[in-house]
């Protein structure tokens, strides 16, 4: 199959082939179909998939062939968990779009509004937001979603995970009743499932691929070693190797400053990448990372969301997720277009049930390697791991139940510091959470 069969109009087809693309992903050959005829969708697709373009290229399709009302007001809502997935959403709208005579804009938080407002009071068709900043411009009357033709909830789970839902449902309801939605997931759990009951109509079901399947040109490996020399062997595995570019996963935000640090001063140009650092340090070390100035980039789960890369070759995790879906989301990094990837994790006596809990999702073994000089020291006990949470059904206990338990001025100081959370209703406009989002630019048809 070729995009030219998908029914997609000229204009879009000469920007598609622009970006050297003639045959479109399984994901976006199911899912384009369906969006053009207008039914709602549920598709479960992982990131690197081609999702964005499954939706982008139908809306874009949609718009262009309806009339625009009189009254400027936005046509479609593209809602992301994420700074750097709203970006790169916002460029395939752009990119794809670019021969159609439609406007957009991308909204999230990290940066001033007024740009924003500037751009939202010219009149825009589409809008790509994260939900807290969105409200805020909806608290201020710097936007009426009133007119809103379709809606689109992308990365639902990962929405849920990190407290959203709230935010959500005060989204929808300043929407029309009336309108397409589709909404893309990595998994159709029970959670979603419900959140699709309450806000999609008769949808149609889409699933490319199975639930938790790891990409068939990644090389998994582990290297079993004492946690503190996890940063030496690192070291050594980039230096043997001759590693350029490496995404490497931390648990934290401090963990991931000190482990760039630290690669540095061997030596190694890196930088760490998360919600605490500023949106202009987050887009130049992404943007440096991508053009190999950097070798090596520290990412937290979070703030990795959207990063895509064509041809990524190294990813490694120098601590295991506590949750083993997201092993699966961090390595769906590598092994993308056809292209060979390795994915490689440092496992300490303390990650020993973390990584049975994601050779169990996977099942199968991950292939164990060593390193002279590297040997683990049987003397060293497992700890308690910092911050963990066993992991209960999909994904343990419900983040957001976690942070409703905080004091609200708990709750809001660390929204402000970019953790998760759902925004307080008392937060003033302006002022709400600024989750781990990051930029992300587009490299990919994603």
């Known amino acids: 199959m070729h995009f030219t069969d998908l029914g997609l109009c000229a204009d879009i087809l000469r920007a598609v082939a622009e970006q050297g693309y003639d045959k479109p992903t399984p994901i976006q050959a199911q899912a384009i179909p369906v969006v053009l005829k207008g039914h709602d969708l549920m598709a479960a697709a992982q990131t690197g998939t081609g999702k964005t373009a499954g939706f982008t290229l139908p809306v874009l399709q949609l718009l262009g062939n309806r009339a625009a009302p009189a009254r400027s007001k936005p046509r479609v809502l593209v809602l992301t968990p994420t700074r750097e997935l709203a970006a790169q959403v916002e460029d395939s709208v752009r990119t794809y779009g670019k021969y159609l005579p439609l406007k957009s804009a991308v909204i999230f938080g990290g940066v001033g509004m007024a740009p924003q407002t500037q751009a939202l009071r010219s009149g825009v068709d589409i809008i790509v937001a994260t939900p807290g900043r969105l409200l805020d411009h909806v608290g201020e009357g710097n936007v009426d979603l009133s007119g809103i033709e379709i809606f689109i909830l992308d990365e ?20 029309p009743k009336k309108k397409q939605t589709l909404m893309f997931s990595a998994t159709f759990s029970d959670e979603i499932r419900a959140l699709a009951a309450n806000y999609l109509h008769n949808p149609q079901q889409v699933e490319v691929a199975p639930r938790n399947a790891t990409a068939d040109m990644v090389a998994q490996s582990v290297y079993h070693v004492d946690k503190g020399r996890k940063r030496d062997l690192l070291v050594k595995l ?13 648990r934290t935000k401090h963990g991931a400053n000190a482990l760039a640090e630290k690669l540095d001063k061997a030596g190694i140009r890196s930088a760490a990448i998360h919600g605490n650092k500023s949106q202009g340090a987050r887009t130049r070390a992404l943007a440096d990372f991508k053009s190999l100035k950097l070798h090596v980039l520290v990412a937290t789960d979070i703030a990795a969301r959207g990063i895509d890369i064509d041809l990524l070759p190294h990813v490694v995790n120098y601590e295991l997720p506590n949750v083993p879906e997201d092993y699966v989301h961090r390595i769906g990094r590598t092994g993308r277009a056809g292209s060979a990837g390795q994915a490689v994790s440092l496992v300490c006596v303390d990650e020993h049930k973390l990584l049975r809990d994601i050779e169990r999702l ?10 002279a000089g590297f040997e ?5 006990k497992a700890e308690p791991i910092e911050n963990g949470r066993r992991s209960q059904g999909r994904r343990g206990p419900a983040p957001s139940a976690q942070r409703q338990q905080r004091p609200p001025q708990q709750r809001a100081s660390q929204d402000a510091k970019g953790t998760k959370g759902a925004t307080p209703a008392t937060k003033p406009a302006g002022q709400r959470r600024k989750t781990e989002r990051g930029t992300g630019a587009r490299s990919r048809v994603s």
């Open 376 to 380: 683990v020291d049987p003397r060293i």
């Open 156 to 175: 639902a789970d990962r929405m849920l995970d990190m407290g959203f839902i709230h935010d959500i449902r005060r989204v929808v309801a300043r929407l």
């Open 362 to 371: 996977l099942k199968r073994e991950i292939e164990v390697k060593a390193m």
């Open 238 to 250: 980039i230096e043997d190797n001759g590693w350029h570019q490496v995404l490497v996963f931390t």
